[in-house]
Each structure stands twice: as structure tokens, then as C-alpha cells.
């Protein structure tokens, strides 16, 4: 990763930031997934795994389906920044949930990568999703988007919370699944799909949090030798491992500059 520092004055407002925070679990590439924290199992444990199929019989948790790829995530939560999504998985439809990943290039690879891929996270009917969020922090907003640039547009419209809190939205085409807390404090939040539904999926999900306590300001270390931290231009925090290029703000204690990657 090559990092140029563009001329570009410190900030002191990016040491005193609003309460709200966005996490956006990305799904779409999956050169991306190294930037979630999976368990019980960690992605590669989890490439080489098995696991029983509800016929009882045993295959691979990553392996070809036709022109595609499948990874498995039975008993599964996946967590960035704090905020964690569990994934449920009845007997009945143990091939769910799962990432599917689409190929773009025909035909298949002999030894495929993931710049030929897409990917998405896949449910199914009666499977349950639930949010947990960090210590200290309550969900206001969470916006699960079955849509991304070009690939094939799927669905998500049939997954209702299943608590009596907050407002959903589900758009017209069933592409976009929008819950708002309100003035509700909420730490966990349960999705279920319903018995009739087709595959549901999302290639992200954006969560929206804030302090549980209500301030509207957070302490940032003031320390040059603080942590370093990347942002994108939305203020979403990046993997400084996994930076694609473009331009970020590189943070360190209360000092803020803007980079251009390469």
C-alpha cells in the first residue's frame, strides 16, 4: 500500500466528533471479508471446515456450487468495530445462511480469485439475524441494501424485526430494508425472515449507533503516539490493511490529515 500525504491543514473539529457513528459491514468484495472478525470459527478455519447438511451428510463449508462459490456460516457471528451480527441456522435449511459469491468471468478459473468474484451474504426462511452493539452504544438506524453497482439486484424485503420497537421500512422493489430506533435505546435488534420467503440477501449492511448516555461529543487520544486510524470521505472507519485507492483522513490522537492512496 502506497500512501502520499497531500498538503492539508490538521483539523481540531475531528478531535471533538458527533456521538454518531457509522459501521458499514461491506460484504460486496471478497477480497474485503479479512476486515471482520468471525467466530467461533476465523474465516480461513472456516474455508477448510465441514460441516452436515439437513440430509445428514457431510460437505465442505467453501466449496463450487455450478459457476459459484458458497461458504457456509452455520453457527456463525461476524463483528466489525464492535457491532455484531449472529446468524442463526434451523436444522431445516442448514445450507443457509451462507456468502455466495458470484463469478464475473466466464468460464470458471482453474484457480479462481476474488477479483473474479462478487459476494453477499444470503439468509432464508425462519432464519434470524440479531445486532448486538458495542458496550456503551445503542443502534439508531440499520439499512440492510440487496443492491450494489451492477450485479444482479436481489431481495430483502420479507426480513421483519421481530421486536415492537422503532419503524421499518421495506422499499417498493423489496431492494432496500431500513429500521429507525426512534427515541428507543436499543443494544440488540432480532431480524427474522418469514416462512414463505425467497432467499434473502445483502451485499451491506450500514449501522448507524450512538452513545447510550447521550453526549454529544467523544474523547479522542491526544497522545502523537495514539493508534493510527483511517476514515473515508463519508467518515466510515477503513482497514489500513485493506485500503483500496483513493482518499482518506489518517488520524492519530487529535491530529487529522488527508492521504491519497495509490
Excluded at 476486515?35 to 477448510?48: G, I, V
Excluded at 451491506?204 to 474523547?219: A, K
Amino acid at each position: 500500500m502506497k500512501v502520499k500525504s497531500l498538503l492539508f491543514s490538521s483539523l481540531a473539529a475531528l478531535a471533538v466528533t458527533a456521538s454518531a457513528q457509522e459501521v458499514v459491514f461491506d460484504f460486496s468484495n471478497p477480497a474485503e471479508l479479512g476486515q471482520f472478525t468471525f467466530a467461533p470459527l476465523t474465516l480461513n478455519e472456516l474455508q477448510n471446515a465441514t460441516y452436515t447438511n439437513a440430509s445428514g451428510v457431510e460437505k465442505d463449508r467453501c466449496y463450487k456450487s455450478s459457476n459459484n462459490h458458497v461458504l457456509i456460516l452455520e453457527g456463525e457471528s461476524v463483528t466489525k468495530d464492535g457491532v455484531s451480527i449472529s446468524l442463526s441456522n434451523p436444522d431445516k435449511y442448514k445450507d443457509y445462511p451462507r456468502f455466495f459469491f458470484g463469478l464475473i468471468k466466464t468460464p470458471y478459473p482453474a484457480e479462481p480469485t476474488a477479483a473474479e468474484f462478487y459476494c453477499d451474504m444470503r439468509w432464508y426462511q425462519t432464519e434470524e439475524i440479531k445486532f448486538t452493539a458495542p458496550e456503551g452504544k445503542k443502534f439508531d438506524k440499520i439499512v440492510m441494501y440487496a443492491t450494489s453497482g451492477d450485479y444482479p439486484k436481489r431481495a430483502n424485503g420479507d426480513t421483519m424485526v421481530t421486536e415492537e420497537v422503532g419503524t421499518q421500512t421495506i422499499s417498493e422493489d423489496k431492494t432496500v430494508n431500513t429500521w429507525e430506533a426512534g427515541e428507543a435505546a436499543v443494544t440488540s435488534i432480532t431480524y427474522k425472515a418469514s416462512a414463505s420467503s425467497p432467499t434473502q440477501m445483502a451485499y451491506s449492511i450500514n449501522v448507524t449507533l450512538s452513545n447510550i448516555d447521550g453526549s454529544s461529543v467523544t474523547e479522542i487520544a491526544t497522545d502523537d503516539n495514539a493508534p493510527v486510524e483511517y476514515f473515508d470521505l463519508t467518515g466510515a472507519k477503513r482497514n489500513a490493511d485493506t485500503l483500496a485507492p483513493g482518499i482518506y483522513v489518517k488520524r492519530q490522537g487529535a491530529k487529522a490529515t488527508k492521504v491519497i492512496v495509490k
